[in-house]
């Protein structure tokens, strides 16, 4: 396992940018605004999620003292710089979220303005087109090598996070972090439907996570940028401590299925995912993962019921070094799989005779979940990306045991001052900082720290195991603690 953090580069937190996009730096008096996918945004097929997204980075030897945009001549917003260990993974890196809801058709403006530390000011204009009649069409592919540059990238797809480049294999993401993510589909398509997508591991990070997402619609949540992450079912291959394994998660709740797989630096995988009506509020999600070498496999590795939700496909890299090569997406007209999960009995119970079934997580996600299938209520501010519904209960806590509670998926901060050989994708609050160099600024959003507003892993006593009375009483015990803090 560990030849797997050392075949990624080192990559501290509070780096400069490697690289600038083609054309998207202009010089000025004051800080530089480099835009990642140029200042000239497309109105792409349909709508992957509900925010548009303008990603870039703001820097300046005397340092960036305020940063703020304004939508059609509104009155200017403050957006935070990063790093924040989070979505913007980089000193300087923004993630400007533009709400789609209630935009009228046409082309809007959105002004960036940056002033250093001297006072010196530096503004740059993006346009976007909007169609809200446009609808992503199904079934749909494409290839990623053969666009032409990363401004064409959103004819084809919607970089949700991060700093993706194109290469002559495909989509590949520059600096590894927190949820790279890339949005292809619309967020009307409606189950049943497949998709399928290739990617090459370079590198795989320590509680990384590689896979495909279905029921996209868009971040949520208090924080700015939003970061709560509401799909369908995300199925992917983490790499634990204890080792690697394909899960189907959610956000609300939790990772419901998992078994054993292994990925391999240098390799090429094919994910396959679909999901399916399952009756009522309930859509039944199944994936499978295979080298691309080898025939694809006749049946499901795993199933699961999950809610039905909506929504694009999402491309999920966490703390991993990618490239995606292609991507196809098909209406199915019969269930992929008519028979009950894989693994599962028709009680419901994993098959005696079954070794790669798994326990489902029985812990129960806490009541500040938002609803993932319940859009915000009321009209957000055009020019302020609406911060979506706040969680009603505390933040989660990660149990002592270095395990994540049942909340969802494990999405804490990764470490600022670490490279990724040592633990770009290990939550801080889920092992030892040894590896944080001495003259490393530890990141102020440490995991282990229970205010903050994250779901994360399952509190199994033993990965995929059944929750110990213990583990299922330390997330409550943490977020008392949390209360009392606060």
Same mark, same amino acid.
């Given at each position: 396992?560990?030849?797997?953090?050392?075949?990624?580069?080192?990559?501290?937190?509070?780096? $400069?940018?490697?690289? =600038?996009?083609?054309?998207?730096? !202009?010089?000025?008096?004051?800080?530089?605004?480099?835009?990642?996918?140029?200042?000239?945004?497309?109105?792409?097929?349909?709508?992957?999620?509900?925010?548009?997204?303008?990603?870039?980075?703001?820097?300046?030897?005397?340092?960036?003292?305020?940063? $703020?945009?304004?939508?059609?001549?509104?009155?200017?917003?403050?957006?935070?710089?990063?790093?924040?260990?989070?979505?913007?993974?980089?000193?300087?890196?923004? #993630?400007?979220?533009?709400?789609?809801?209630?935009?009228?058709?046409?082309?809007?403006?959105?002004?960036?303005?940056?002033?250093?530390?001297?006072?010196?000011?530096?503004?740059?204009?993006?346009?976007?087109?909007?169609?809200?009649?446009?609808?992503?069409?199904?079934?749909?592919?494409?290839?990623?090598?053969?666009?032409?540059?990363?401004?064409?990238?959103?004819?084809?797809?919607?970089?949700?996070?991060?700093?993706?480049?194109?290469?002559?294999?495909?989509? /590949?993401?520059?600096?590894?972090?927190?949820? =790279?993510? !890339?949005?292809?589909?619309?967020?009307?398509?409606?189950?049943?439907?497949?998709?399928?997508?290739? !990617?090459?591991?370079?590198?795989?990070?320590?509680?990384?996570?590689?896979?495909?997402? +279905?029921?996209?619609?868009?971040?949520?949540?208090?924080?700015?940028?939003? @970061?709560?992450?509401?799909?369908?079912?995300?199925?992917?291959? /983490? #790499?634990?401590?204890?080792?690697? $394994?394909?899960?189907?998660?959610?956000?609300?709740?939790?990772?419901?299925?998992?078994?054993?797989?292994?990925? $391999?630096?240098?390799?090429?995988?094919?994910?396959?995912?679909?999901?399916?009506?399952?009756?009522?509020?309930?859509?039944?999600?199944?994936?499978?993962?295979? #080298?691309?070498?080898?025939?694809?496999?006749?049946?499901?590795?795993?199933?699961?019921?999950?809610?039905? /939700?909506?929504?694009?496909?999402?491309?999920?890299?966490?703390?991993?070094?990618?490239?995606?090569?292609?991507?196809?997406?098909?209406?199915?007209?019969?269930?992929?799989?008519?028979?009950?999960?894989?693994?599962?009995?028709?009680?419901?119970?994993?098959?005696?005779? @079954?070794?790669?079934?798994?326990?489902?997580?029985?812990?129960?996600?806490?009541?500040?979940?938002?609803?993932?299938?319940?859009?915000?209520?009321? @009209?957000?501010?055009?020019?302020?990306?609406?911060?979506?519904?706040?969680?009603?209960?505390?933040?989660?806590?990660?149990?002592?045991?270095? @395990?994540?509670?049942?909340?969802?998926?494990?999405?804490?901060?990764?470490?600022?001052?670490?490279?990724?050989?040592?633990?770009?994708? /290990?939550?801080?609050?889920?092992?030892?900082?040894?590896?944080?160099?001495?003259?490393?600024?530890?990141?102020?959003?440490?995991?282990?720290? +229970?205010?903050?507003?994250?779901? =994360?892993?399952?509190?199994?006593?033993?990965?995929?195991?059944?929750?110990?009375?213990?583990?299922?009483?330390?997330?409550?015990?943490?977020?008392?603690?949390?209360?009392?803090?606060?």
């Amino acid at each position: 396992m560990a030849g797997w953090a050392h075949a990624l580069a080192a990559c501290s937190a509070d780096t $400069e940018p490697v690289g =600038r996009s083609e054309g998207a730096s !202009v010089a000025c008096d004051g800080p530089t605004i480099d835009l990642w996918y140029g200042d000239a945004l497309p109105a792409g097929l349909g709508h992957p999620q509900r925010w548009v997204s303008i990603l870039g980075n703001v820097s300046d030897p005397d340092g960036v003292s305020s940063f $703020e945009s304004s939508l059609d001549g509104s009155p200017f917003v403050a957006r935070p710089l990063g790093r924040d260990a989070l979505r913007l993974q980089s000193r300087g890196d923004f #993630n400007v979220g533009i709400d789609r809801t209630g935009l009228a058709d046409g082309t809007h403006t959105v002004e960036l303005r940056a002033e250093d530390g001297a006072g010196g000011v530096c503004t740059r204009t993006v346009t976007f087109e909007h169609d809200g009649s446009a609808e992503w069409p199904l079934p749909f592919s494409a290839r990623f090598d053969a666009l032409s540059s990363a401004t064409s990238i959103p004819t084809v797809a919607q970089p949700v996070d991060g700093r993706w480049e194109v290469t002559s294999s495909g989509l /590949r993401i520059v600096e590894p972090g927190y949820d =790279r993510l !890339v949005a292809v589909g619309d967020t009307d398509w409606r189950p049943p439907y497949q998709a399928r997508a290739s !990617v090459t591991i370079h590198g795989f990070g320590e509680w990384g996570g590689i896979g495909v997402a +279905a029921g996209w619609r868009g971040h949520e949540g208090m924080d700015e940028p939003p @970061t709560d992450w509401p799909v369908g079912g995300l199925a992917w291959v /983490r #790499n634990k401590t204890s080792g690697q $394994e394909l899960e189907i998660t959610t956000f609300d709740e939790g990772t419901v299925q998992t078994r054993p797989y292994m990925l $391999e630096a240098g390799e090429t995988y094919v994910f396959r995912v679909a999901a399916d009506p399952a009756g009522g509020t309930r859509m039944r999600v199944h994936a499978k993962v295979w #080298n691309a070498a080898d025939p694809e496999p006749a049946g499901w590795l795993l199933s699961a019921d999950v809610r039905h /939700r909506t929504g694009s496909v999402l491309l999920v890299a966490h703390a991993a070094e990618v490239t995606w090569h292609d991507f196809e997406a098909t209406p199915t007209v019969a269930p992929a799989d008519a028979g009950v999960p894989h693994g599962m009995s028709d009680a419901g119970t994993p098959d005696a005779g @079954t070794p790669d079934a798994a326990t489902p997580d029985a812990g129960t996600p806490d009541a500040g979940t938002p609803d993932a299938g319940t859009p915000d209520a009321g @009209t957000p501010d055009a020019g302020t990306p609406d911060a979506g519904t706040p969680d009603a209960g505390e933040p989660d806590a990660a149990t002592d045991a270095g @395990t994540p509670d049942a909340g969802g998926r494990d999405g804490g901060p990764l470490d600022a001052g670490r490279s990724l050989d040592a633990a770009v994708a /290990r939550d801080v609050g889920h092992a030892p900082d040894a590896s944080l160099p001495s003259d490393a600024e530890p990141s102020p959003d440490a995991g282990a720290d +229970a205010g903050r507003k994250k779901k =994360r892993l399952s509190g199994c006593a033993a990965a995929g195991g059944t929750p110990s009375s213990a583990a299922w009483l330390l997330p409550l015990l943490f977020a008392a603690l949390a209360r009392r803090r606060r």
